[in-house]
T-cell receptor, first 113, second 113 residues
Framework: DTEVTQTPKHLVMGMTNKKSLKCEQH?????MYWYKQKAKKPPELMFV???????INESVPSRFSPECPNSSLLNLHLHALQPEDSALYLC????????????FGQGTRLTVV | GEDVEQSLFLSVREGDSSVINCTYT??????LYWYKQEPGAGLQLLTY?????DMKQDQRLTVLLNKKDKHLSLRIADTQTGDSAIYFC?????????????FGKGTHLIIQP
């Protein structure tokens, strides 16, 4: 099983809403990632969790708040987003060492109105 | 610094071989990856290569790595219409004790009948 599951697949939210994106993997991976992908652009790293601790925050605005409740789950809490935050949000996981594969979920297509 | 470059488009006839090229700058990269992304979908890991290898073959896919020139290529033999997608080259790097992927801009592979 090399599956990373993201929910929801699509999300439309207003600028005053609070919502959460969810990501789950059952491969025993100890590193999980959030990436943001704008249309016709490559994915850009947002956050890295290693052994359930936040190890990289790529200067992401505080309206994005990651959470790793356990080694299988990764959440991204959204609050007071802007229309320019509309994008595909991708979750990935790996064993956490450089010499291993990284697997991606199908993404959540977020539209902020 | 980290920078991964790819050409944006490649057009090939069905049945021909496709060769997608990528250059990277981080000499400390240990693993290099090829991902496929179809419209509206997440990233599918196609293959990867260790930096101490110069070639890897997996069915229709052949990866060539020239570490001296920091040049990576992906050859798809007998290209089919289902191969139409965007192909991302990515390098894996370690910063601050954790890792992440840096992606190229992606090459859009267009298949002509």
């Amino acid at each position: 099983d090399t599956e990373v599951t993201q929910t929801p697949k699509h999300l439309v939210m207003g600028m005053t809403n609070k919502k959460s994106l969810k990501c789950e993997q059952h491969m025993g991976h100890r590193a999980m990632y959030w990436y943001k992908q704008k249309a016709k652009k490559p994915p850009e790293l947002m956050f890295v969790y290693s052994y359930e601790k936040l190890s990289i925050n790529e200067s992401v605005p505080s309206r994005f708040s990651p959470e790793c409740p356990n080694s299988s789950l990764l959440n991204l809490h959204l609050h007071a987003l802007q229309p320019e935050d509309s994008a595909l949000y991708l979750c990935a996981s790996s064993q956490g060492q450089v010499n291993t594969e990284a697997f991606f979920g199908q993404g959540t297509r977020l539209t902020v109105v | 610094g980290e920078d991964v470059e790819q050409s944006l488009f490649l057009s090939v006839r069905e049945g021909d071989s496709s060769v997608i090229n990528c250059t990277y700058t981080d000499s400390s990269s240990t693993y290099l990856y090829w991902y496929k992304q179809e419209p509206g979908a997440g990233l599918q890991l196609l293959t990867y290569i260790f930096s101490n290898m110069d070639m890897k073959q997996d069915q229709r896919l052949t990866v060539l790595l020239n570490k001296k020139d920091k040049h990576l290529s992906l050859r798809i033999a007998d290209t089919q219409t289902g191969d139409s997608a965007i192909y991302f080259c990515a390098e894996r790097h370690i910063r601050r004790g954790a890792d992440g992927l840096t992606f190229g801009k992606g090459t859009h592979l267009i298949i002509q009948p």
